[in-house]
């Protein structure tokens, strides 16, 4: 009697060998420049970022050419800035946003296929919106220096970059509207709601000309800090530290609440 033996052609452990995990949790900066080119390849989406605030701007703020606010500054710089901060609170909200339509679209669950990890899932997400926010600030001011806008070098620099790290705001307001309502829904549901927030904040008209109740309820709103900081260079008036505490306050509070939604909705799936 025969006993056949089974032989080994190399060692075994009996158990297969970890799965590496990538650096960063797999972001790379590939995958973000692709991620923003696809943004911008979505036409609704730059006549949002783009084209509305440029509008508004050739619409509001050339008519005032020439005039002055009570402290001297240049009424169309005034403007200029406030459009500005609209257009970056615009693209960084819907550059968060656009999480919804991937969710309804079944990407969740396709990440958890890929060495991605959330987090590095959400950093892509919120400097794709933070990029489009820089894109949507640079025409602004492009616009208004072709329309005759005219500031000190450090003016420019300093609103614009107010204007554009405040909305950071936004992304992460973007990001906590994506994972809250349903994605045919969130275009609908952010639109109105940016344009009352703006209306209020005083970015559409200066909060100075509104009755003191609006003036009050302005300070509360996430709008009212972003703006405040962003046209104090301009005023040369400064900023308080309401203005500051309200960025701060409101970025942790969407912030927190943005990533108690993504648990929730990376554990589903």
């Known amino acids: 009697m025969t006993t056949a033996t089974a032989t080994s052609t190399g060692p075994t ?13 797999g972001f790379t900066l590939t995958a973000l420049a692709l991620e923003i080119r696809r943004v911008l390849r979505n036409r609704r989406t730059l006549v949002f970022i783009l084209i509305m605030p440029a509008v508004f701007f050739l619409l509001f703020g050339l008519p005032n050419k020439g005039q002055s606010l009570g402290g001297g500054a240049s009424a169309t710089a005034y403007i200029m800035i ?12 819907s550059g968060g946003g656009m999480v919804a339509v991937e969710r309804a679209l079944g990407w969740s669950r396709q990440l958890r296929l890929t060495p991605l990890r959330p987090p590095a899932y ?58 809250l ?11 109105p709601i940016l344009a009352i927030l ?26 009212y800090g972003v703006g405040a900081i962003a046209r104090s260079p301009l005023t040369g008036s400064g900023f308080t530290l309401g203005a500051v505490a309200n960025v701060v306050l409101w970025t942790a509070a969407f912030g927190a609440a943005a990533a108690r939604l993504f648990r929730r909705d990376t554990q589903r799936v």
């Not at 309502?181 to 639109?191: D, I, R, S």
């Not at 909060?207 to 609006?214: A, I, K």
């Open 122 to 179: 959400v950093a892509t997400k919120v400097l794709t919106a933070m990029t489009l926010g820089l894109v949507s600030v640079l025409v602004e001011f492009a616009v208004g220096a072709l329309g005759g806008v005219r500031m000190p070098p450090h003016v420019w620099l300093l609103s614009g970059l107010a204007a554009w790290i405040g909305s950071l705001v936004f992304a992460a307001f973007g990001l906590f509207v994506g994972y």
């Open 198 to 223: 703006a209306l209020f904040g005083g970015l559409f008209v200066p909060l100075e000309v509104l009755p003191d109740v609006m003036q009050q309820i302005a300070k509360f709103t996430p709008v």
């Open 82 to 93: 406030s459009l500005a901060v609209y257009g970056a609170m615009v693209a960084t909200t």
């Open 13 to 25: 452990t009996g158990r297969t060998a970890p799965r590496r995990r990538p650096p960063l949790g």
């Open 181 to 191: 309502v349903p994605a045919e829904n969130v275009m609908q549901f952010l639109g």
